[in-house]
């Protein structure tokens, strides 16, 4: 079946560095929807970025995200990394019904 | 802002109780979502729906099962409930599949002694 794998469990860095949070998917769709999404303390997930496009950058509230269906990836960037990114970031795909969601990659942000 | 409501939210039972989580949306939503929260498990799918009266079986469904009686109710059972149930639930939902997005509930937490 579909699966995403995140690498990391956690990422822990320091304010003002770059951000990268892997994401790899097998799926057996080919035009699957790649989706992050961010889960804040206490709060629920909720989505931060999705695309569909091969090789298109997506960017939303200054992550950006390109699948690239070559290398079935779809990374996660931030080019500086603020205290307020301190979440849980999930990596989801769909092809058909279902939502599969990685395990999760806990960022830590410090000052 | 999708809505999605759970309850209740927290919940605490012993082994081989009974137990049964609610969710609704007021979105008019056809697909509704099961999923289960579990360090290191991310989150897992127990059980979906697509509409009223329709059930399909997600990754992880032994000893739940599920009922979607309106197409804004969906409910989570636990008839058995064991200690490995403890977790975190979320329910979602989303008007369709593909790229639609995912509007979760804020959880229910249930703690099975």
């Known amino acids: 079946g579909d699966s995403v794998t995140q690498t990391e469990g956690l990422v822990t860095l320091t304010e003002g560095l770059p951000v990268m949070l892997n994401c790899t998917y097998q799926?057996?769709?080919?035009?699957?929807?790649l989706f992050w999404y961010v889960q804040h303390l206490n709060e629920s997930p909720r989505l931060l970025l999705k695309?569909?496009?091969?090789?298109k950058r997506t960017e939303h509230q200054g992550f950006h995200a390109t699948l690239h269906k070559s290398s079935s990836s779809f990374h996660l960037q931030k080019s500086s990394a603020q205290l307020s990114d301190s979440a849980l970031y999930y990596c989801?795909?769909?092809?058909?019904?279902?939502?599969?969601f990685g395990s999760g990659t806990r960022l830590l942000v410090s000052p | 802002e999708a809505a999605v409501t759970q309850s209740p939210r927290n919940k605490v039972t012993v082994t081989g109780g009974n137990v049964t989580l609610s969710c609704r949306q007021t979105?008019?939503?056809?697909?509704m979502y099961w999923y289960r929260q579990d360090t290191g498990h991310g989150l897992r799918l127990i059980h979906y729906s697509y509409g009223a009266g329709n059930l399909q079986i997600g990754d992880v469904p032994d000893g739940y099962k599920a009922t979607r009686t309106t197409q804004e109710d969906f409910f989570l059972l636990l008839e058995l409930a064991s200690p490995s149930q403890t977790s975190l639930y979320f329910c979602?939902?989303?008007?369709?599949?593909?790229?639609?997005?995912?509007?979760f509930g804020a959880g229910t937490r249930l703690s099975v002694l």
């Open positions: 979602a939902s989303s008007a369709g599949t593909g790229g639609n997005t995912l509007y």
């Open positions: 989801a795909s769909t092809g058909g019904y279902k939502v599969v």
């Open positions: 695309s569909f496009t091969d090789n």
């Open positions: 799926t057996i769709y080919s035009n699957p929807f």
């Open positions: 979105n008019s939503h056809n697909y």
